[in-house]
């Protein structure tokens, strides 16, 4: 009996095992990319990508409380380290983020944005007049690590600013302690504490980012 050579084109293989000389191959199917940024985040001179991607589930299209119908697909993340030519998966977490298209109530959802800087991967959420929090990773041990967490409450007038440091262990609270500032105006008391962690959060395990609770530190 005759067989057939199988041959495989080396891109193709190479997608196979997390690499491709094309990015776009390594997104999911049934996923599009909703955002991207780009800069060396494994410090060897060579920008990197982050895509931000997001399920197309027509399932997922549902009618909110305005009797509007949303997309409430979720969305997730992939980092491509380039080496050789090649683009090489760092991490693919495809539904840790809620969709943009959240109930906020009275107010609208929080809004996601993706940096890089100083090879550092910045992750953060902005929600207008109650402020912002944004988790900073960096690349260790072959991971994602969260080394940071910062949390800022109020927007013209700030109530509070929080900042962790999970490499130092040590957390600042700054609190504003004029109750009747209108802005610029705020009195603020500085407090330091240590926190206790047996190992740090990596980026590739986090299921949901609305169900992390930095308020146990």
Known sequence: MNKLP????????????????????????????FDAVG?????????????????????????????SIVDRNRRGIIVLFKKNGLYELAVRNIECFSSENEDGGAYYAPELFVEIRKGN????????????WRYTFR???????????????????????ESINFLTRKKR???????????????FK??????????????SEIEDFDELDMDIY
């Open 173 to 187: 609270t700054i609190v504003n302690t004029n109750k009747n500032a209108e802005g610029g105006d705020e009195v």
């Open 6 to 33: 199988i041959l495989i084109s080396f891109a193709f293989a190479a997608t196979l095992w997390g690499q491709s000389n094309n990015p776009y191959s390594l997104i999911p199917k049934g996923y599009v990319i």
């Open 139 to 161: 690349y260790r041990n072959s991971e994602f690590e969260l080394i940071g967490y910062d949390r800022r409450n109020g927007g013209a007038v700030i109530d509070s600013d």
């Open 190 to 203: 500085t407090i330091w504490s240590e926190i206790k962690i047996q190992q740090l959060v990596r980026l």
């Open 39 to 67: 800069g060396d985040l494994n410090k060897d001179g060579i920008a990197d990508s982050v895509f931000i991607i997001k399920g197309t589930d027509k399932d997922n299209f549902v009618y909110n409380h305005f009797d």
């Open 121 to 132: 991967l910045y992750i953060q959420y902005a929600h207008g007049r109650y402020g912002y």
